[in-house]
């Protein structure tokens, strides 16, 4: 069993930047893990993943060259730092771990899940 807890999340405006942290209860170093975001009225959707140690990366089109996600194993801990953010950016974030390896995007293949955390952005 993993529990993850959301942190980071905040109120900044246009071009700012934040980091989220995701602190994970059991160990994750053997699996994937991603960040996903909900916007009011829309789908979740899928924003960075990791591969298991973090050697690979995938990116969201839309998020490709601001957000970078990381991990540290030894925190059990992922990272994902947010750089020009844009309004359209404002949403709640989770983040969610993976048996799989490999850096998916795909949320069937992920298991355990955070609460979120709300990031706004203002213009």
């Known amino acids: 069993q993993v529990q993850l807890v959301e942190s980071g999340g905040g109120l900044v405006q246009a071009g700012g930047s934040l980091r989220l942290s995701c602190a994970a209860s059991?160990?994750?170093?053997?699996?994937?893990m991603g960040w996903f975001r909900q916007a009011p009225g829309k789908e979740r959707e899928s924003v960075a993943a990791?591969?298991?140690?973090?050697?690979?990366?995938n990116y969201a089109d839309s998020v490709k060259g601001r957000f970078t996600i990381s991990r540290d194993n030894a925190k059990n801990t992922v990272y994902l730092q947010m750089n020009y953010l844009k309004p359209e950016d404002t949403a709640v974030y989770y983040c969610?771990?993976?048996?799989?390896?490999?850096?998916?995007?795909?949320?069937?293949?992920?298991?355990?899940w955070g609460q979120g955390t709300q990031v706004t952005v203002s213009a």
């Open positions: 969610a771990a993976s048996s799989r390896v490999g850096a998916t995007m795909l949320s069937i293949y992920y298991r355990y």
């Open positions: 059991g160990t994750i170093n053997a699996g994937a």
């Open positions: 990791i591969n298991w140690n973090g050697g690979s990366t």
